[in-house]
């Protein structure tokens, strides 16, 4: 009876538990589902692509010759990027060509580490206006990118590159292709987090209610036990009272009896 008690309970709090967390894994699936490139933070101050600025996302061109880069990510050196934050790459270009660079845009996009060709996001193309790198020169340029809010933890391969004009011929460098680390945003609680948490609880209240169950069949298991009875019988009597009873009406009894029975 306790065993199909205890069966019930637990399938009472799996129904409550799917209950709880299928609206969950819906909302996250909902999320998923949202386009990347929907969500990309369209602020800042430096030029963002739009309607009347040319779109470099989808031209590829060749990299100039005498045009060397490098990169940092500034107070960032583990390059840890927070899903749905801001985050900041700066670009150093050398010009050691004979003619000046125009600096048009840098662009990125988010990969799978393990095959570039699975793009995950395209990033904010940012633009420059009337930037130019002289011969022999160094500049800087600062690259503020955000990837999906929506964009799972883990390892992926950031793609950024830098495009430019020289003699009006544009070209492009990739300055950097490397892995970067998504994290979650502080004080965002993941879907798989609140499913852990649900499942790590209604464990504990499963695991409460059988001990609770093993306690009250231990509990009827000794109440049913046979008790000890003890028996009485014509065991001798103790010699200290037969010796201040002789002589009296009870062992003179005693002795008829006894002579009877004889």
Known sequence: MMTTTTTVN???FLLA????VAPLIQVGKCQSDVDPAESVDEGGDIGIVGEDVQDFGEEAFSAAAGV????VFPHNSVRLVKAGEKTELLVGIKNNG???LNV?????SIHLPYDHRYQIQNLTVQTFNQSTVPPSATATYPYLFAVSPFLQSGNFDLVATVIYEIDQSPYQTTFYNG???VVEAGGVVSIESIFLITLGVALLVFLGIWVR????NLSKKSKKAPSSKVEVGTAARDASLDEWLQGTAYTQSLASKSKKQK
């Open 10 to 12: 637990f399938r009472f």
């Open 17 to 20: 538990l799917i209950l709880i």
């Open 68 to 71: 060397e880069t490098t990169y």
């Open 98 to 100: 004979e003619s000046a």
């Open 104 to 108: 048009l845009a840098i662009k990125s």
């Open 179 to 181: 892995t970067i680390e």
């Open 213 to 216: 169950g093993q306690v009250q």
